[in-house]
């Protein structure tokens, strides 16, 4: 999509774009207006003293939806009445709302249809959008990094969209390579005598139940001399339940479980591509989980990587157990921080519903800058606790610990039970760690003006929050 700032008004824009005109009538109203060979498409965005950042986020989706639907190529839109209509905006930069702007507009232009054939007059997606106001050097680079960005974000939805018989742990370390192709970012993978020579048992044990050998890939972009932020994403490329085999009703977009390992290759992608100043190291544990004839068992007693022995009480929590040994790897860098990305509980989509990722971390400043760095850039997190109370959850009867509480409060707070696990291995790192549940953000949501499947979470946030990490 190309998008260029031009001077001057809408109404010198050239027949060929329908000009998109904003109102103060309900949000969601759409009226195409022709006249004289011109077409105004008019879009409600409700009461401009209404409006804030996270509704201007949706209107500029909705904005590229209304034109897709009018299958109208280029469009044109009075980009600096925007500010004008939206006082409430005034808090953001020209710049910060430059960036978003492009960064939804890319977003909303995305389908997943890799799979589909063309039809015979194309995909009706926008080519060009025509801004209508002040250029200046700083929002041109603010439009193009937002393009950038967002260009990121849709590459982390196909990924995660591909379906779970093409990606499979070979495939997925293969699209890291390719995401980074031309960057500088070194990409190593672990194959299965890698892991076993290191003693990785614990992602081994996931992924005895497949014939698809587990991979472990790590991407490493040196920005600067400082200690890197090391993130580490769930990369299980379906997620069968093993033999805790899941019902049908619950394994249909299981091949999404991959999606932190996504949007971790292709935040580290997109830092390189940024040059942003800080160093990046991206751990990305993947194994198919299924109920082969060699699967592993409720029961089972796995020794991690750390050493630490736990016992698998439910196959189907075996996102926590690749990510244990990826933290346990994160030593190797001295890292400044470690995060990590998965599509780990139901529990926390019935926790928070489908607007915000579970941000659960024991260290309260790095749980303010990054719900700051999730607000600023779209993806939304909500902090969950990790008190020790919760702690007695996870320790083991026959092993140091259990993948879960078992028993009759077992279906209690599952989403801080995944976190509790994981703070038992990142507790062994010097340095501040947080994780992040995505499983609320894998698809989008009705109503964000999104296509359907995965919702590319969460790429933006992980940008912004290691643009603005200065410890
Ligand atoms: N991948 C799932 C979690 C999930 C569910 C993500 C729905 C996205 C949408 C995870 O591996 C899982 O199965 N979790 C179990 C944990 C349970 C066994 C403690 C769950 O949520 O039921
Ligand atoms: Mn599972
Ligand atoms: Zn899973």
């Not at 897709?68 to 280029?74: E, G, I, L, Q, V």
């Not at 939804?104 to 080519?127: C, I, Q, R, Y």
């Not at 929590?317 to 470690?338: M, N, S, W």
Request: glycine share 10%; charged share 25%.
């Amino acid at each position: 999509m190309k998008i260029v700032v031009k001077k001057g008004s809408l109404a010198d824009a050239p027949k060929e774009y329908v000009r998109i005109a904003l109102t103060e009538k309900p949000k969601g109203m759409k009226r195409l207006v022709k006249e004289g060979g011109v077409e105004t498409l008019e879009l409600g965005v409700g009461k401009a003293s209404e409006m804030n950042l996270r509704r201007f986020i949706v209107l500029c989706r909705a904005i590229v939806s209304a034109a897709k639907a009018n299958k109208s190529p280029k469009i044109a839109l009075q980009f600096d009445r925007m500010p004008e209509l939206f006082k409430n905006l005034k808090t953001a930069t020209p710049e910060h709302i430059s960036q978003l702007a492009a960064e939804n507009f890319e977003m909303a232009n995305f389908e997943f249809n890799l799979f589909k054939t063309k039809p015979k007059d194309g995909w009706h997606s926008v080519e060009e959008i025509l801004l209508y106001g002040k250029s200046s050097p700083s929002i041109e680079k603010a439009l193009l990094k937002g393009q950038e960005i967002g260009r990121a974000v849709n590459a982390c939805r196909t990924l995660a969209n591909t379906p779970g018989g093409d990606i499979t742990p070979t495939t997925l370390a293969k699209a890291a390579k390719e995401a980074v192709k031309g960057l500088p970012v070194k990409v190593t993978v672990l194959g299965k005598k890698d892991m076993e020579k290191l003693g990785m048992g614990a992602l081994l044990g996931v992924a005895k139940g497949s014939t698809e050998a587990p991979t472990f890939t790590i991407l490493e972009y040196k920005g600067g001399e400082g200690a890197p932020i090391v993130l580490a994403g769930k990369g299980v490329t379906f997620d069968s339940g093993g033999l805790n085999l899941k019902p049908s009703s619950s394994i249909y977009e299981m091949h999404m479980d991959m999606s932190g390992a996504a949007s971790v290759i292709h935040a580290v992608a997109l830092a390189a591509r940024l040059k942003l100043k800080q160093s990046v190291v991206g751990l990305v544990p993947s194994a198919e989980n299924m109920p082969g004839n060699n699967a592993y068992r409720p029961g089972d007693i796995l020794k991690s990587l750390s050493g630490k022995t736990i016992e698998v009480l439910d196959t189907d929590a075996e996102g926590r157990l690749i990510l244990a040994d990826a933290l346990t790897y994160a030593k190797r860098f001295k890292p400044a921080l470690v995060i990590d990305v998965a599509t780990l509980t139901g529990a926390a989509i019935s926790a928070l519903g489908l607007h915000a990722s579970a941000l659960l971390t024991r260290d309260d400043a790095l749980a303010e800058e990054i719900s700051r760095a999730g607000e600023a850039s779209g993806d939304y997190v909500w902090r969950l606790p990790l008190w020790d109370e919760y702690e007695d959850r996870v320790k083991g009867e026959f092993a140091d610990i259990k993948n879960v509480p078992g028993g009759s409060t077992s279906r209690y707070g599952g989403a801080i039970d995944g976190g509790m696990f994981l703070w038992q291995f990142a507790k062994e790192l010097a340095c501040p760690w947080a994780h992040l549940d995505i499983a609320p953000r894998m698809t989008a949501a009705p109503g964000e003006e999104l296509a359907k499947g995965a919702a590319g979470a969460p790429v933006r946030l992980l940008v912004r929050f290691i643009e603005q990490w200065t410890r």
